[in-house]
């Protein structure tokens, strides 16, 4: 299983004093040499971590994957196919919520979705949708194109016991599921250094994408060892 690292909380530090430091460039840069495949950014509506400079920043200086995860709006439309990330996430976005709170509504949005996607696509740039651990989300995710899934696990992650382990065989029948639809499968939220390690038992999933928990654990021990530390739970 491979390692995407989310650098937005490094913004989130950064913007504080708004002084310049910490770099979410020199975050990225340290995750991808520590062996991550991947880096993950949101560019929200209120810009409250990630910015637009920073984005194009990543940009430039990403050689792994860039992930944009942005809500399904017209302005980030138009930022992703100038940007052209390796992939995009369509995540839901509220601005009252502290982080991304549950799948997006792909059966409220569908109608729109295949024609949102079509320009991206067509810019050479994949896409994902971040949905419940759900087959009906998943059927519609394949139907409006989408190239991957990112399976939400931000309910496992709050769980505890049975309840957290009926929630863990929720995601394994999703994944498999996804991958028989010819979707490739990742997930993310809520998972930490306690609660990962099951999930490279469900071999559908690819990859999974950790930022709060990483940069967490980055403030004590630096991003290379936070980074080593998490490969060597999934690995």
Same mark, same amino acid.
């Given at each position: 299983?491979?390692?995407?690292?989310?650098?937005?909380?490094? #913004?989130?530090?950064?913007?504080?004093?708004?002084?310049?430091?910490?770099?979410?460039?020199?975050? *990225?840069?340290?995750?991808?040499?520590?062996?991550?495949?991947?880096?993950?950014?949101?560019?929200?509506?209120?810009?409250?971590?990630?910015?637009? /400079?920073?984005?194009?920043?990543?940009?430039?200086?990403?050689?792994?994957? $860039? !992930?944009?995860?942005? *809500?399904?709006?017209?302005?980030?439309?138009?930022? +992703?196919?100038?940007?052209?990330?390796?992939?995009?996430?369509?995540?839901?976005?509220?601005?009252?919520?502290?982080?991304?709170?549950?799948?997006?509504?792909?059966?409220?949005?569908?109608? %729109? $979705? *295949?024609?949102?996607?079509?320009?991206? %696509?067509? #810019?050479?740039?994949?896409?994902?949708?971040? @949905?419940?651990? !759900?087959?009906?989300?998943?059927?519609?995710?394949?139907?409006?194109? #989408?190239?991957?899934?990112?399976?939400?696990?931000?309910?496992?992650?709050?769980?505890?016991?049975?309840?957290?382990?009926?929630?863990?065989?929720?995601?394994? /029948?999703?994944?498999?599921? #996804?991958?028989?639809?010819?979707?490739?499968?990742?997930?993310?939220?809520?998972?930490?250094?306690?609660?990962?390690?099951?999930?490279?038992? @469900?071999?559908?999933?690819?990859?999974? /994408? @950790?930022?709060?928990?990483?940069?967490?654990?980055? +403030?004590?021990?630096?991003?290379?060892? *936070?980074?080593?530390?998490?490969?060597?739970?999934?690995?």
């Amino acid at each position: 299983m491979r390692l995407a690292v989310n650098i937005d909380h490094i #913004a989130t530090l950064r913007n504080a004093r708004n002084e310049g430091e910490p770099n979410p460039v020199d975050a *990225a840069l340290l995750a991808e040499k520590s062996g991550a495949v991947g880096i993950v950014c949101h560019l929200r509506e209120d810009r409250r971590h990630i910015r637009d /400079s920073d984005l194009r920043a990543l940009r430039r200086a990403v050689t792994t994957k $860039l !992930d944009l995860e942005m *809500a399904m709006t017209d302005e980030m439309q138009r930022i +992703a196919i100038e940007t052209v990330p390796e992939l995009i996430t369509l995540v839901p976005e509220k601005r009252e919520e502290l982080t991304t709170e549950g799948g997006f509504d792909i059966r409220r949005h569908f109608r %729109r $979705l *295949a024609e949102f996607l079509e320009p991206i %696509r067509a #810019a050479g740039i994949e896409a994902s949708i971040f @949905i419940e651990p !759900d087959r009906d989300a998943i059927d519609l995710a394949a139907e409006a194109g #989408a190239d991957l899934v990112e399976l939400h696990t931000g309910s496992y992650a709050l769980k505890e016991g049975a309840e957290q382990a009926k929630e863990f065989e929720r995601i394994r /029948s999703a994944a498999a599921y #996804a991958a028989g639809r010819g979707l490739r499968v990742v997930a993310g939220h809520g998972l930490n250094y306690r609660n990962i390690a099951p999930f490279k038992s @469900i071999g559908e999933i690819e990859e999974v /994408s @950790i930022g709060h928990a990483l940069i967490s654990r980055a +403030a004590f021990v630096g991003i290379p060892e *936070a980074v080593r530390e998490m490969l060597e739970l999934i690995g």
